[in-house]
């Protein structure tokens, strides 16, 4: 999956902030740090589907990061994002 753009609407940002203290800027530093993308779901347009993008921030934060993927224009919109569960970690860990 080639990303080139990572757009965090305004809306989704607030939600992040107040629901899960995460802050855009960690979304992108786990999207562009190399993640290990899982298929989530369909998206609601042909060919736009949901990706959960787990990874690490700068700061060694673990994220889960859930985006809607466009590849015409390699653009990832930040959907929604928290830390990751035990499970996720350990996981994550072993590969």
Do not use: W
Request: aromatic residues 12%; positive net charge; hydrophobic residues 30%.
């Amino acid at each position: 999956m080639q990303i080139e753009y990572i757009v965090c609407p305004d809306h989704i940002e607030e939600k992040l902030d107040s629901k899960h203290n995460v802050t855009c800027q960690e979304t992108r530093q786990v999207v562009f740090n190399k993640p290990r993308f899982r298929f989530a779901e369909k998206g609601h347009t042909e060919g736009e589907d949901v990706y959960a993008a787990f990874g690490q921030t700068f700061g060694g934060r673990y994220l889960s990061v859930f985006i809607i993927y466009k590849p015409t224009t390699k653009t990832a919109i930040i959907i929604s994002a928290r830390d990751m569960s035990g499970k996720e970690r350990r996981a994550y860990g072993r590969k």
